[in-house]
């Protein structure tokens, strides 16, 4: 049985160049980047190329680009580091309800420590407005943290709309685009944003590594103490070979963006009318004209999702829901939560699929008519 | 290849039930059941640990492993009864309702959506096929047996149920598990009520009940005390009563749940103590072919307790009335009645009220 990976928001496979590209950091340059002979020269030399890359592709500078162990270790050095580094300014927080856990347990911590946290709602397409966000700001904001593109749902936030309101506040905005980077185009400057966090195991890169664009002169405070790595921004000796896989994988995931949109628009249109011509009962979670192209959301009423991705895994077929709790149950998506309310039928009933590299047409069909099968199976009476 | 959906609970007896599915060719897929939501201290959910071993295990076999989520049907069906029993004044057996409602209801519908042919657990009990029936067997330890626990099932659940362990003695399976080498081979086996676990019993249930302190007295009314709150007593209990004094123990020998009384009487053998008849309801019949008239077959009114030689006899579907030749201590109601021909377990029901010599017994009033 060839299985189907179709969970590519979780993690993805490391792109063949990226492993060529990391090789040779693990085995002839290995020096320790901050070392002063010619090891460490080399391994310098890949470092600020990574940077100066990476950066562009976001309209950064390379000396903003602050590498960490990943989306999660830059989404709280963004967060907890602009608090503290501003909490003689204000002590209020902006975020949304549908963020990544790596934010919302974040601003819960920071609760904890005295901070005053607004999380806003979503609509039901998943989205909050700008004039939401407007409301919300208050003289003591200090930091707007919001997704960019959703994990769960692929829905886009209006992020250039909130960047330009908050030029004329003082507070700083953070966006967590680890699942929307690669697939739409970014630019800091134009979007306004001052902070934006970034994975490489989402886009074809190694897992424990990614970065942190801070713009310069944001106050930040470090919350990894030791060498003065990262412009003191970041202890600890740089995961070289994983920093260039991060470039390599942001290289490829530029080059390639237009076509994969493409693609992954496709495998949705072929998934869905597969749906449609089984006379599958479903539902797509999240407002259809702005989505990530490779996430899809689907409800399909009257199964049970652990039934439904137990059986899909049987089949072969990788999919997920939500998030699993530490005793392996799946809880209820705070994402669908905060778009339908916990009565809804979606919340036990949907399936993220998500695409990625590797996957081809004839995948996405085999798997669409195992999964209108299993459907099908689960719903009959 | 026969599916079976194996519920693993993370101990050495469902480990064991596992790697036998596995060793005999079937298709096992590993399901861990999480039935209770509770954090401890570190906000570390408590089922955690138990399903890591579940993890290490299914590895170690080589089988798939999922969880699956009952905590709404567990709250429903086994802790609301639960803790109307004890309201009621009753010694509920919340693993009796566990099995009907849970396991071999919910969890059995879930191992058929994943296509199971079968629904494996470790219980120690066997199913045997005779005379075109499903019969419900002793497990062959018989210090282990779990029959009592398992007396509402059916044909409907035996018909998709494998007990793979019940030809087994406990020393046997943790013998198999640690020439497997598995991880929970050594696992101390779990006592006490699921969801309470090792936890003090009087603080959790304070937690969802208010205690109510009230009188402990004598059938005669000499005032002996006070007691922290009807439910935290059962009938025959020995223990934290606190009277002291000379001469034999005092014995918990029934509540009134009206006024909030606790009886106590002394003496281990003290004739209040005593019943040869009680009401059962809830009656099941693990026989598709129901008994007609009376039947004569044995008993047994706790868990890991000698039969005792009864007579049978069906006053509606489901109540029936049971007569027992010798008198029998501290029959509680609230625990299960459950029946046995030998090594057949015939069915069972819920301990209603109970009598001696025709006079219902102040046992719960």
Not at chain 1, 215 to 242: C, D
Request: hydrophobic share 35%; proline share 3%; with cysteine.
């Amino acid at each position: 049985m060839e299985r189907i990976y179709l969970d590519h928001a979780a993690t993805s496979p490391v792109h063949p160049q990226v492993i060529e590209a990391m090789i040779p950091y693990m085995t002839t340059f290995f020096g320790n980047p901050s070392s002063i002979h010619s090891f460490g020269r080399d391994s310098r030399r890949a470092l600020d190329e990574a940077r100066e890359t990476i950066a562009k592709t976001i309209g950064a500078k390379a000396n903003e680009i602050i590498f960490t162990s990943g989306g999660t270790e830059a989404d709280n050095l963004a967060i907890i580091g602009v608090a503290m580094a501003n909490r003689e300014k204000g002590r209020h927080i902006i975020t949304t309800s549908v963020e990544h856990h790596a934010v919302l347990n974040t601003c819960k911590y920071l609760q904890k420590q005295g901070f005053d946290v607004t999380y806003l709602p979503v609509d039901e397409h998943g989205t909050v407005s700008v004039e939401q966000v407007k409301r919300a700001l208050r003289d003591d904001t200090i930091i707007v943290s919001i997704m960019f593109g959703n994990n769960e749902t692929g829905v886009l936030q209006p992020i250039n709309e909130i960047g330009h309101l908050l030029r004329e506040h003082g507070a700083y905005f953070h966006t967590d685009a680890v699942q929307a980077y690669g697939l739409v185009p970014i630019d800091v400057n134009e979007m306004n944003i001052d902070l934006l966090s970034l994975s490489s195991h989402k886009i074809n890169g190694p897992k424990g590594v990614g970065c942190l664009y801070a713009r310069e002169g944001v106050r930040l405070i470090p919350h990894i103490y030791g060498g003065e790595q990262e412009r003191k921004r970041r202890a600890g000796t740089e995961n070289v070979p994983g920093i260039v896989g991060l470039q390599k994988a942001a290289e490829i995931a530029q080059q390639t963006m237009a076509e994969k949109c493409m693609l992954y628009e496709q495998f949705q249109h072929v998934m869905l009318n597969t749906f449609e011509r089984e006379g599958i009962r479903y539902a797509i979670n999240g407002r259809e004209t702005s989505r990530l192209p490779h996430v899809l959301n689907v409800a399909f009423f009257g199964t049970n999702v652990e039934a439904l991705l137990v059986n899909l895994d049987l089949a072969g077929i990788a999919a997920s829901s939500g998030s699993a709790c530490t005793a392996g149950s799946i809880d209820p998506s705070h994402v669908l939560v905060a778009m339908y309310g916990s009565e809804s039928d979606r919340i036990r009933s949907s399936v993220r699929f998500s695409f990625g590299y590797g996957n081809t047409l004839e995948q996405i069909e085999r798997a669409a008519q195992e999964i209108s099968k299993i459907v099908k199976r689960l719903t009959k009476a | 290849m026969a599916r079976v959906v194996v519920g693993m609970s993370g101990g050495v007896d469902s480990s064991v039930a596992a790697l036998l599915l596995k060793q005999q060719g079937y298709d096992v897929i590993g399901i861990f059941m999480k039935n209770w939501d509770d954090t401890d201290e570190n906000g570390v959910c408590t089922a955690t640990e138990d399903y890591e071993d579940v993890v290490r295990v299914c590895h170690q076999i080589g089988i798939p492993y999922y969880a699956v989520n009952f905590e709404k049907q567990y709250w429903e069906k086994v802790f609301t009864y639960f803790l109307d029993e004890y309201k009621a004044g009753r010694t509920p057996n919340p693993d009796v309702m566990c099995n009907k409602e849970i396991k071999f209801k919910a969890f059995l519908e879930h191992a058929m959506a994943l296509g199971a042919d079968y629904l494996a657990t470790g219980h120690y009990a066997r199913v045997a096929y005779r005379d075109g029936e499903y019969e419900l067997l002793r497990g062959l330890d018989a210090n282990k047996d779990q029959t009592y626990f398992l007396n509402q099932l059916g044909q409907a659940q035996l018909s998709k149920v494998l007990f793979p362990i019940g030809e087994l003695q406990k020393a046997q399976v943790r013998e198999i598990a640690k020439e497997a080498g598995l991880a929970t081979a050594g696992k101390k086996d779990s006592t006490g009520i699921c969801f309470i676990g090792e936890r003090n019993f009087k603080q959790f249930l304070s937690n969802y009940l208010p205690a109510q302190p009230g009188s402990m007295q004598t059938l005669d009314g000499e005032v002996k005390g006070t007691h922290d709150g009807l439910m935290y007593y059962t009938i025959g209990q020995r223990h934290g009563l606190g009277i002291g004094g000379s001469g034999e123990p005092w014995f918990v020998v029934g509540k009134n749940v009206k006024e909030n009384i606790l009886y106590v009487a002394q003496g281990f053998d003290n004739e209040l103590l005593y019943s040869d008849e009680i009401i059962a309801t809830g009656v099941n019949w693990v026989s598709d072919r129901r008994p007609s008239g009376q039947v004569s077959c044995t008993a047994k009114f706790r868990y890991r307790q000698p039969d005792v030689p009864v007579t049978v006899e069906m006053i509606d579907e489901t109540t029936a009335r049971v007569s027992f030749s010798q008198r029998v201590r501290a029959v509680t109601p609230g625990q299960a009645v459950v029946f046995y021909d030998g090594e057949r377990c015939l069915g069972g029901g819920t301990i209603d009220q109970v009598f001696r010599d025709g006079k219902r017994l102040t046992y719960v009033g």
